[in-house]
């Protein structure tokens, strides 16, 4: 087993299909919507299966959900710079839509393909979060959902190679790390900003079998047009 920081699971989190109605306010922010984004926490031990943490569930599921983003984890750190900087103080854990809210790791420390054991779940890491306007409407804030991608804290998603029971104290033991040069900030970074990429960068996401598949495709695309732009 590879070494790591101490890391723990702050909170176990679920969330149902809500409607959500109009408001008074400008653009985007103002219009109806349909989500299972805001999460609330879950007491004690949890299952979790392949599809993800019991009692969750997903809205649109042509792009969210599924084995490969069935977990969504995101950094307990990063709430403390969101108070400060947005001044909303109630930003806490499910704040950002995740499942599973976790002390000790970042988008900057977790790999592409990193494994870890919490309680009886085996969890693998299959591609960086995309912000989406959800992240505005939640909390009311026009450009939030940029500044996540900017400050690349959007969190990350975890395939489930074992399903098992998990609680929220639980640690959080990395067991594998096949990939230590593609960090999920990494990855992320290359995905949002095309200027920044090169031919051997794309290629070699393009061919990771432990990047989640569309990831994979979105990557073959651009090494595609690279090499017709030669």
Same mark, same amino acid.
């Given at each position: 087993?590879?070494?790591?920081?101490?890391? @723990?699971?702050?909170?176990?989190?679920?969330?149902?299909?809500?409607?959500?109605?109009?408001?008074?306010?400008? %653009?985007?922010?103002?219009?109806?919507?349909?989500?299972?984004?805001?999460?609330?926490?879950?007491?004690?031990?949890?299952?979790?299966? +392949?599809? %993800?943490?019991?009692?969750?569930?997903?809205?649109?599921?042509?792009?969210? %959900? %599924?084995?490969?983003?069935?977990?969504? /984890?995101?950094?307990?750190?990063?709430?403390?710079?969101?108070?400060?900087?947005?001044?909303?103080?109630?930003?806490?854990?499910?704040?950002?839509?995740?499942?599973?809210?976790?002390?000790?790791?970042?988008?900057?420390?977790?790999?592409?393909?990193?494994?870890?054991?919490?309680?009886?779940?085996?969890?693998?890491?299959?591609?960086?979060?995309?912000?989406?306007?959800?992240?505005?409407?939640?909390?009311?804030?026009?450009?939030?959902?940029? @500044?996540?991608?900017?400050?690349?804290?959007?969190?990350?998603?975890?395939?489930?190679?074992?399903?098992?029971?998990? /609680?929220?104290?639980?640690?959080?033991?990395?067991?594998?790390?096949?990939?230590?040069?593609?960090?999920?900030?990494?990855?992320?970074?290359?995905?949002?900003?095309?200027?920044?990429?090169?031919?051997?960068?794309?290629?070699?996401?393009?061919?990771?079998?432990?990047? /989640?598949?569309?990831? +994979?495709?979105?990557?073959? @695309?651009? /090494?595609?047009?690279?090499?017709?732009? @030669?």
């Amino acid at each position: 087993m590879t070494t790591q920081k101490s890391a @723990q699971l702050v909170a176990v989190l679920a969330g149902k299909v809500r409607d959500f109605p109009a408001t008074e306010e400008p %653009g985007h922010l103002g219009r109806p919507w349909r989500s299972a984004f805001i999460k609330e926490a879950l007491a004690g031990t949890v299952e979790v299966r +392949r599809l %993800g943490v019991e009692g969750d569930e997903v809205a649109d599921t042509k792009v969210h %959900g %599924g084995p490969e983003q069935s977990v969504l /984890a995101y950094p307990y750190e990063h709430y403390q710079r969101w108070r400060s900087e947005s001044g909303v103080e109630e930003m806490g854990p499910g704040g950002f839509g995740e499942n599973l809210c976790i002390d000790g790791l970042d988008e900057g420390s977790v790999c592409i393909g990193d494994s870890y054991k919490i309680g009886t779940v085996l969890l693998q890491v299959s591609l960086p979060r995309l912000p989406c306007s959800s992240i505005d409407r939640r909390w009311r804030r026009k450009g939030l959902m940029k @500044q996540v991608g900017e400050f690349s804290r959007t969190g990350w998603y975890f395939r489930v190679l074992q399903e098992g029971k998990l /609680a929220a104290s639980d640690p959080v033991l990395r067991t594998a790390r096949p990939l230590p040069q593609w960090t999920v900030k990494r990855v992320l970074q290359l995905r949002l900003n095309n200027d920044e990429e090169s031919l051997d960068q794309v290629t070699e996401l393009a061919e990771c079998d432990l990047l /989640a598949p569309h990831w +994979r495709e979105h990557f073959a @695309q651009r /090494a595609s047009r690279h090499v017709l732009s @030669q």
